[in-house]
């Protein structure tokens, strides 16, 4: 069982639970992001404040390593959701569910814009939007519940059916992201992996590739 961040003494931003769903959505980016677009939000928890926050060494390097371990189990194929942040039936949606999909959906906004940038295959749309449609139900099922009915949305799964594969879900985004990014940079590497010797040359010239840029 993947544990839960433990938070610095002097801690004063938002609660673990809260920071496993943030940096989950920062690890399921698709394009690299500098950390200091997305961390401010675990102490604030998007509530803009009057002063730009800073985290100091200490907490940027705890919360940086656990985002590491998080890529590393996910890679590895051995990420396990957190007890505390872990659907039980019996249980409901407990806070700590609730807190996890708000730190998942607080980092969402600086991240979607990357994944709208990149063609999608139509198994990794579906799964991308079961899973914020399964974090918004998390985070309030009646109101979300509602809209879905306002919207004319039919069909759904009952959201204890969506709960329940949340730990599917998540792993399958992080690594679709995951091979997006390998895939930018293969491409940024050779940008012309995929022009052919007797293509046009993509620099515009109106030559063929091979007797342009690709002599």
Not at 62 to 79: D, P, S, V, W
Request: net charge negative; proline share 8%.
């Amino acid at each position: 069982m993947t544990e839960l961040m433990t938070l610095p003494a002097q801690w004063e931003g938002m609660p673990a639970t809260f920071i496993e769903g943030a940096l989950l959505a920062a690890n399921a980016n698709p394009k690299p992001l500098e950390p200091e677009t997305w961390l401010p939000l675990l102490v604030t928890g998007g509530v803009e404040e009057d002063a730009p926050v800073e985290l100091n060494s200490d907490d940027k390097t705890a919360i940086l390593n656990h985002f590491e371990m998080q890529y590393r189990y996910i890679k590895a194929g051995e990420y396990v959701l957190p007890e505390q942040v872990s659907w039980q039936p019996e249980q409901g949606v407990t806070e700590e569910l609730a807190q996890f999909a708000e730190g998942f959906l607080t980092v969402w906004p600086v991240i979607e814009p990357n994944w709208a940038e990149q063609p999608m295959s139509d198994g990794t749309m579906r799964m991308l939007s079961a899973l914020l449609t399964t974090l918004m139900l998390m985070m309030d099922e009646a109101s979300m519940l509602q809209q879905m009915e306002d919207a004319g949305v039919t069909g759904m799964p009952e959201p204890e059916a969506l709960y329940a594969q949340l730990p599917l879900m998540l792993p399958e985004v992080v690594m679709a992201a995951d091979e997006m990014q390998q895939g930018a940079a293969a491409q940024a590497v050779n940008p012309y992996k995929d022009t052919g010797r007797n293509d046009a040359c993509p620099c515009g010239s109106g030559k063929k590739f091979k007797q342009c840029c690709g002599k």
